[in-house]
């Protein structure tokens, strides 16, 4: 199994920037998709972003594209998620998620990612 743990949420001005940290630890993340979703208090789970098994070019939500980027690195098993102009419609619990055989038409879907992290709490005050 995979163990997911995020860190570097916090409390946050409009505009500000964040970095997100995503440690795997149990598994090797080679050949794995890892993704980033987000849920705000009275919102469904949203697809945030993801790299697709082995690949380094990540995919973005709309909502997030051109602020936020996310990055894979395999010497230290882990992937991250850089927030850039952050808005306070961004706040939200962030989570890492991974799956090592979800195909790309159902990337965006949370229900196909078999591991999560426990999430962290990312607020953006306007």
């Known amino acids: 199994q995979v163990q997911l743990v995020e860190s570097g949420g916090g409390l946050v001005q409009a505009g500000d920037s964040l970095t997100l940290s995503c440690a795997a630890t149990?598994?090797?993340?080679?050949?794995?998709?890892m993704a980033w979703f987000r849920q705000a208090p009275g919102k469904e789970r949203e697809f945030v972003a993801a790299i697709f098994r082995r690949g380094y070019s990540p995919y973005y939500a709309t909502a997030v594209k051109g602020r936020f980027t996310m990055s894979r690195d395999n010497a230290k098993n882990a992937v991250y998620l850089q927030m850039d102009s952050l808005k306070p419609e961004d706040t939200a619990v962030y989570y890492c998620a991974a799956d090592s055989s979800i195909i790309l038409s159902s990337l965006r879907a949370g229900e196909n990612y078999d591991y999560w992290g426990q999430g962290t709490q990312v607020t953006v005050s306007s």
């Open positions: 149990g598994r090797t993340i080679s050949g794995t998709t």
